[in-house]
C-alpha cells in the first residue's frame, strides 16, 4: 500500500506565495517522477511540474517563472513553491507519484494524493 499526502495549501491573495508539500510513503522500491497536477471547477486536471528522480524539472507554461518543483529522494518528498499567485491558480491542486513498488511482487504504477485546495482571492 503506498499513500501520498499533501500539505499546504489554503486562502492567499494574488501576488501572494505558498509552498504545498507532498510525502509518498508505504511498500516503495523506487519513485522514477513526482509531480503536481491541479483541477479547476469545470476544467479538466492539468499536469503543473514534474521533477525526476535526477532533479529535472517540467513545469507548465502557464507557471514557468513563478512556480518551481523540487524534491527530497531520501524522504520520498515533493515541494511546489509557489509565487506571485493569480486568481486563475485558483484549484485543487494533486500529488502524483510514479514509480515501482512492491506487494507480493514488484509492479510499476503511479499513485494520487487527496488533493489541497489552493483559493487564490482577495
Known amino acids: 500500500q503506498v499513500q501520498l499526502v499533501e500539505s499546504g495549501g489554503g486562502l492567499v491573495q494574488p501576488g501572494g506565495s505558498l509552498r504545498l508539500s507532498c510525502a509518498a510513503s508505504?511498500?516503495?522500491?523506487?519513485?522514477?517522477?513526482m509531480g503536481w497536477y491541479r483541477q479547476a471547477p469545470g476544467k479538466r486536471r492539468e499536469l503543473v511540474a514534474s521533477?525526476?528522480?535526477?532533479?529535472?524539472?517540467n513545469v507548465a507554461d502557464s507557471v514557468k517563472g513563478r512556480f518551481t518543483i523540487s524534491r527530497d529522494n531520501a524522504k520520498n518528498m515533493v515541494y511546489l513553491h509557489m509565487n506571485s499567485l493569480k486568481p486563475e491558480d485558483t484549484a485543487v491542486y494533486y500529488c502524483?507519484?510514479?514509480?515501482?513498488?512492491?506487494?507480493?511482487?514488484?509492479?510499476?504504477?503511479?499513485?494520487w494524493g487527496q488533493g489541497t485546495q489552493v483559493t487564490v482571492s482577495s
Open positions: 502524483n507519484a510514479d514509480g515501482k513498488y512492491y506487494s507480493d511482487s514488484y509492479y510499476y504504477g503511479d499513485y
Open positions: 508505504g511498500s516503495i522500491f523506487s519513485i522514477s517522477a
Open positions: 521533477v525526476t528522480s535526477g532533479g529535472r524539472p
